[in-house]
C-alpha cells in the first residue's frame, strides 16, 4: 500500500467525523499551548536572570580576593582556613597567567586608608576622607568596564602622575580652614539643573598623597606624614561614570605600579620588617569563554585561593529556576496527558465504528502492518493538529503577555532587571519544532493501544457483524 | 496435483463444554479454472469450508493446498499477502465500504498492493463497465441498488485478476431476474481470466451455473456431482455487457 494511500483515507476518515476529532484536537490544542507557554515564561525567566547577571559582572571572569576579605558570594568554607591561604602577589599573578583557559589579567591593590594622606591646594587646604584608594592598571579601563563622565582617562604615557576620581570623591575633600558645615562640600543640583562644584577640580588639579609615618604621634593622637621623599604629586585627570556594579564612586584611583611603590615606600618608612612583596586585594582572570570558567575557577581554588564567578552564581540560580520550570511544566503536562486520554478515547470510539471496515480490507489483503500505521496515523495527525494549532495560539498569547503584563509580570516572578524590561514569554524556534515533535509523539503513543486493537480484530467477526 | 486439495479436514467449535463439529471430513480437490459450487442446507457447515478454503479460519485439523502452498500453515501476515496476490472476495452483504464510491471500492484490492491511484483508477473504470456500471463510477453504496452493489461486489473481487474467487451467497439478497444477471456475469468473468471461482449456496437454480456441485449435510461431503447441463456464456456472446438500461 502506497504511503499517500494511507495519508489520504487517514484525512478522510479525521474529516468524516470533523466534530469528533475538532473536540480531540482542541484537547492537544489546550495541553500544547500549556505546555509551550510554561516553558517560554521559563525561557523568558532565565533570560530575565542572565540579562541581570550580565548587569552585575561580566560571566566569563573568575575573580580571587586576597587577604581575608571573603567574596560577595563567599560560601564561607573556603574562607574559614584564611591561615593558610597562599598570597596573592606577583608570583601568583605569574601562575595565573600561565594557565590555559586565562586570557587577560585584571589586578587591583587598595591601600589601607591609614596609609597615606590625600590632599589639594595651597598649603594642603583641601583634605580627602572616607575614601579608599585603589590602585589599577591604567591600561584596563575597558577591560574593567570604566568610563570618563568628566576630563580623559590616563594611558600608557601620564599613568604614573595621573589620578581618576570615582563619581562622589571629589565631594569627599574637606576644606581645612573652615568649620562645622562650611568645612564639607555639598552636591545638591541648582534650579539651572547643573550641580554644585566640589572644592578641588578633579580633572585640573594637582593632588599630593603623603605617607603616614605611625612611629611618631602628634598631641590629637594622629601620625605626621614622612615629608621629604614620601610624597607624590599627581595630576588629577577625570572623573568615572556610576558603574553598575558600585564599586568606582567612593574610590580614588591610581596606577597599580604606583600603589606597590607606595606600599613599599610605607614599609621602609615605618621599619616593616620581613615585608613580603605587596599583596593585591583582588584579581580578576579573564577567561577564554563561558565553559572555561568552571575549570578556571576549580584550578585557583585547588591552589588555596578565595574565587567567585558570576557563571559559578548563575549555576546555582539556574538550578533554582529549573525547579520551578520543571513544576510549572508537570502543571502543563497534566493538560497534555489528558489531552493523550482523550485522543485514545476517540480513536477507540473510531476502531469501534468502522469494525466492519478493517475486516473487509484484511478480507481483501490488507497487511496488518498497514491497517495499524493507518491508525497511528490517525492519532498522530490528530497530535500534529493540535501541536500546530496550539504553537500559533501560544505565540499569540506570548505576544499579549510581553506586551501587557511585561514588568510587572518579571516583578511578581522576583526577577528585576536593568532598564529594559526584557520578554516575559520567549518562544524561539525549537520550542516550536519540540512541540510540534512532542504533540505528533504523544498522539502517536495513545494511538498505539487503539490501533493494536484494530490489528487485532478478526476478519471473520467483523464482516459476519451485520 | 489439483489447483485446491483439502485433505482429512476438520472443523470444531468449543462453546464450553459442549463441541459443535461444524466440519467433521472433508476431501475435496479443485482444477484451476473451475466453477465449484457447495451446496447445503442452513447450518451444514458451508460457510465454514469456505472461510478456512480462503484462509479467515483455521482448521481444527486437515491441510489446505492452494497452488502449492499449505495456507492451514500460514502466519497472519502471509496469509494476507496470500489473500492480497492469489483470492477475491464475494459477500452476501456486498460489504462494500460507505464513503468510497464504486470506482474507489473497487480498486481497493490493487490500492492494498500498491498501485498508484491513476492506474488502479484505470482498470477499476474498466471493470467497472464490464459489469455494466460504467456511469455509476462515482456513485456512493447507498445511492445503488442491491443488484447494482452487488456488481460492484464481483468488480471488486475480479479487478486484480486472483487466481480463486470466493463468494458465499452473492445472490443472498437478490431477486431472482438479478440473481441470474449477477450468475451470468460471475461465470463470465472467470471464463474471461480463467479463475477458480467457489461458490456457497443453498439455492439450486444457482448451482446450475457450476461446473460441479458439492454436497455438503452436517459437515460431511455426500456426493460430488458433475454438471452436464452448463451455462456457457458464449450462448449470449451478443449480450456480453449487461446494458445499462437493464440494470436500473
Ligand atoms: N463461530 C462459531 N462458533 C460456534 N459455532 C459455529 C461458529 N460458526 C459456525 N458455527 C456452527 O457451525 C455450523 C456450520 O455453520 P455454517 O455457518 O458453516 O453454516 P452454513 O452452512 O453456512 O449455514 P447458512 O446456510 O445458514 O449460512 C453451525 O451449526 C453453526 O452453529
Ligand atoms: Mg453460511
Redesign the interface.
Known amino acids: 500500500m502506497k504511503i499517500y494511500d494511507m495519508i489520504s483515507i487517514c484525512f478522510r476518515n479525521l474529516w468524516r467525523r470533523k466534530g469528533r476529532t475538532m473536540l480531540t484536537v482542541i484537547g492537544v490544542v489546550i495541553g500544547s499551548c500549556a505546555v509551550i507557554v510554561m516553558i517560554s515564561l521559563g525561557l523568558g525567566m532565565s533570560q530575565a536572570m542572565d540579562n541581570m547577571l550580565a548587569s552585575w559582572g561580566d560571566l566569563t571572569s573568575v575573580t580571587i580576593y586576597g587577604g581575608s576579605r571573603g567574596g560577595m558570594f563567599d560560601e564561607g568554607s573556603s574562607s574559614s582556613k584564611t591561615t593558610e591561604k597562599p598570597r596573592l602577589d606577583d608570583s601568583a599573578l605569574e601562575i595565573f597567567k600561565a594557565m590555559e583557559d586565562v586570557e587577560d589579567i585584571v589586578p587591583k591593590m587598595e591601600l589601607s586608608s591609614e596609609m597615606v594622606v590625600t590632599t589639594s591646594g595651597r598649603n594642603d587646604r583641601y583634605l580627602l576622607s572616607y575614601t579608599t584608594i585603589v590602585g589599577i592598571d591604567f591600561t584596563q579601563f575597558d577591560k574593567l568596564g570604566y568610563e570618563a563622565e568628566q576630563g580623559i582617562l590616563p594611558d600608557e604615557n601620564n599613568k604614573k602622575d595621573s589620578i581618576v576620581f570615582g563619581l562622589e570623591v571629589p565631594y569627599s575633600f574637606t576644606d581645612t580652614k573652615k568649620h562645622g558645615e562650611a568645612a564639607y562640600a555639598r552636591k545638591t543640583e541648582l534650579p539651572d539643573g547643573t550641580v554644585t562644584p566640589p572644592f578641588i577640580d578633579p580633572i585640573a588639579d594637582d593632588f599630593k598623597i603623603a605617607i603616614v609615618n605611625t612611629k611618631k604621634t602628634n598631641e590629637d593622637g594622629s601620625h605626621p606624614v614622612g615629608g621629604k621623599g614620601y610624597e607624590y604629586t599627581l595630576h588629577g585627570t577625570s572623573v568615572l561614570k556610576q558603574d553598575t556594579m558600585w564599586e568606582t564612586p567612593y574610590s580614588m584611583f591610581i596606577d597599580i605600579e604606583l600603589a606597590k611603590d607606595i606600599m613599599e615606600a610605607y614599609n621602609k618608612l615605618n621599619n616593616v620588617k620581613n615585608a613580603k612583596a605587596p599583596e593585591y586585594t583582588q584579581v580578576k582572570l579573564l577567561c577564554k569563554d563561558i565553559n572555561s570558567v568552571d575549570a578556571v575557577q576549580k584550578a585557583v581554588t585547588d591552589l588555596g585561593y578565595n574565587a567567585t564567578s558570576m557563571a559559578q552564581v548563575r549555576q546555582q540560580m539556574q538550578g533554582e529556576l529549573g525547579v520551578i520550570q520543571l513544576v510549572l511544566g508537570g502543571l502543563a503536562a497534566i493538560s497534555l496527558l489528558v489531552a493523550a486520554i482523550s485522543i485514545t478515547n476517540t480513536m477507540i470510539m473510531s476502531i469501534y465504528e468502522r469494525t466492519k471496515e478493517i475486516g473487509i480490507m484484511k478480507v481483501l489483503g490488507c497487511y496488518i502492518g498497514n491497517i495499524r500505521l493507518m491508525f497511528l496515523m490517525e492519532a498522530g495527525m490528530i497530535g500534529l493538529l493540535g501541536g500546530i494549532i496550539g504553537t500559533v495560539i501560544s505565540y499569540g498569547i506570548s505576544i499579549i503577555m510581553n506586551s501587557f503584563a511585561g514588568s510587572a509580570f518579571s516583578e511578581a516572578l522576583g526577577i528585576y532587571t536593568e532598564g529594559d524590561a526584557g520578554q516575559v514569554s520567549i518562544i524561539p524556534l525549537w520550542l516550536v519544532l519540540l512541540a510540534l515533535v512532542f504533540s505528533t509523539i504523544i498522539g502517536l503513543i495513545s494511538g498505539y493501544y487503539p490501533a493494536n486493537r484494530a490489528v487485532k480484530i478478526s476478519a471473520l467477526e467483523a464482516i459476519r457483524n451485520e | 496435483m489439483a489447483f485446491i486439495t483439502v485433505k482429512n479436514l476438520r472443523k470444531v467449535y468449543k462453546l464450553g463444554k459442549e463441541k459443535v463439529y461444524a466440519l467433521k471430513q472433508i476431501d475435496l480437490e479443485i482444477k484451476r479454472g473451475e466453477i465449484c459450487c457447495i451446496l447445503g442446507t442452513s447450518g451444514s457447515g458451508k460457510s465454514t469450508l469456505l472461510?478456512m478454503l480462503?484462509g479467515?479460519?483455521k482448521p481444527t485439523r486437515g491441510d489446505i493446498f492452494i497452488n502449492g502452498v499449505n495456507i492451514a500453515q500460514l502466519s497472519?501476515?502471509k496469509l494476507?499477502?496470500?489473500?492480497?496476490?492469489n483470492?477475491g472476495?464475494i459477500?452476501q452483504?456486498y460489504?462494500l465500504?460507505g464513503?468510497f464510491n464504486a470506482l474507489e471500492n473497487v480498486g481497493?484490492?490493487l490500492?492494498?498492493?500498491?498501485?498508484?491511484?491513476a492506474k488502479r483508477d484505470k482498470l477499476a473504470a474498466k471493470m467497472l463497465k464490464l459489469v455494466g456500471l460504467g456511469k455509476r463510477l462515482r456513485h456512493r453504496p447507498n445511492q445503488m441498488s442491491g443488484g447494482q452493489q452487488q456488481r460492484v461486489g464481483i468488480a471488486?473481487a475480479f479487478v486484480a485478476k486472483p487466481k480463486v474467487v470466493f463468494a458465499d451467497e452473492p445472490t443472498g439478497n437478490l431477486d431472482t431476474k438479478t440473481t441470474d444477471e449477477v450468475m451470468r456475469l460471475m461465470v463470465r468473468m472467470c471464463r474471461k481470466y480463467n479463475i477458480t471461482l467457489i461458490i456457497v449456496t443453498h439455492d439450486l437454480e444457482i448451482a446450475a451455473y457450476a461446473d460441479r456441485i458439492v454436497h455438503i449435510i452436517d459437515g460431511e461431503i455426500t456426493s460430488i456431482e458433475e454438471n452436464t447441463s452448463i451455462y456457457s456464456p458464449e450462448e449470449d456472446e451478443e449480450n456480453t455487457s449487461i446494458s445499462e438500461v437493464k440494470s436500473t
Not at chain 2, 490500492?111 to 491511484?117: Q, S, V
Request: aromatic content about 18%.
Open positions: 472461510n480462503a479467515l479460519e497472519e501476515s494476507a499477502r496470500f489473500r492480497q496476490e483470492t472476495f459477500f452483504s460489504n465500504i464513503q481497493m484490492p490500492m492494498f498492493k500498491g498501485y498508484p491511484k471488486r
